[in-house]
């Protein structure tokens, strides 16, 4: 399979990284992940704004307009034949000597994108799935997609570790997101997930499912919730690119409403695969 490596499709086995470059010394860098279905990219536009953005936060500056970005990711996923999967793609600070601060003006950041087959976790959509919860101990920037990601990955770990499909982090008795997923509640009818601010990351999904809410009249309260509040849901469902609208059956060892998942996250659920067909004809 190919991949691209500073602007070039080339075979991903040729793929050659330096052992200075700063995301792999310090994960100076920031990262998208693209869901494809059918062979055709799901809300591409709001990756490549939101892969903007993070480069911005962190003064990389892309060495490529949105449009040969967009025509490169193309030209990817065709070479690769891709059907149903991921992209996942990157851009680092670039090669440098070792040391903290921003190296010199003319080092080009290190751009990398290559595509995975991966299946829709179409049981887990069906039966709905496990949660542990666990302290947020993450930086006060979760709004940047960082490279860095200890704090997810050992939420993420932990919740393996017991058996689990994602840990569901707090801050004190507020809950923020998953570690790698934005997390909603639903309580008498209305569907309430933290509001997009530096304590979460503004999950494409998320932004999907509100604007499919809001169109199909099913109220919504963009605030932070507690955790007495998560134990007195009605429902519980998880979002990311790659899990979709997944349904959450039990956090910490405690059944959510009947133990199965609930109407609402089923009609969002429904929504959510019209919208892959309507923009991907899957
Ligand atoms: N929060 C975190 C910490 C994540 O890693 C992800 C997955 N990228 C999400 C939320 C969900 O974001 P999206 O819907 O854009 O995949």
């Known amino acids: 399979t190919f991949a691209i490596l500073n602007g070039k499709l080339i075979e991903r086995n040729q793929a050659k990284m330096d052992i200075e470059d700063r995301g792999y010394q310090f994960g100076d860098g920031v990262y998208e992940v693209i869901r494809v279905y ?5 809300t591409l536009q709001e990756h490549l704004e939101r892969f903007e953005r993070s480069t911005k936060s962190i003064g ?8 040969q970005l967009k025509s490169l990711l193309l030209e990817l996923v065709e070479k690769n034949n891709l059907r149903l999967g991921i992209i996942y793609m990157q851009i680092t600070r670039g090669v440098a000597p070792r040391n ?8 080009e950041p290190t751009l990398v994108a290559y595509t995975r087959e991966m299946p829709r976790p179409k049981d887990e959509l069906q039966t ?12 006060l920037r979760c ?12 939420a993420k770990q932990k919740a393996v570790e017991h058996g689990c499909f994602e840990a569901i982090q707090h801050r004190g008795q507020n809950v923020t997101e998953g570690s790698s997923s934005n997390i909603f509640m639903v309580k008498n009818g209305i569907v309430i997930t933290h509001e997009s601010n530096h304590m979460i990351l503004k999950g494409i999904t998320k932004d999907v499912i509100l604007g499919l809410c809001s169109a199909s009249g099913i109220p919504v309260n963009e605030r932070a919730f507690t955790l007495k509040e998560l134990a007195e849901a009605d429902e519980v469902f998880l979002s990311s690119t790659v899990a979709e609208v997944m349904p959450i ?28 067909e309507k923009q991907c004809g899957a």
């Open 143 to 154: 709004d940047i997609k960082s490279l860095n990601l200890l704090g997810n990955i050992l």
């Open 38 to 42: 059918n062979g055709k990219m799901f």
């Open 100 to 107: 903290h601060a921003f190296p010199e003006e003319n080092v």
């Open 128 to 139: 709905g799935v496990k949660t542990i919860l666990t302290e947020d101990i993450r930086w």
């Open 60 to 67: 990389v500056s892309l060495p490529y307009t949105m449009d």
């Open 249 to 276: 059956i039990e956090v910490e060892g405690k059944v959510v409403g009947n133990g199965e998942p609930g109407p609402i996250t089923r009609k969002i659920q429904e929504l959510f695969v019209n919208e892959i």
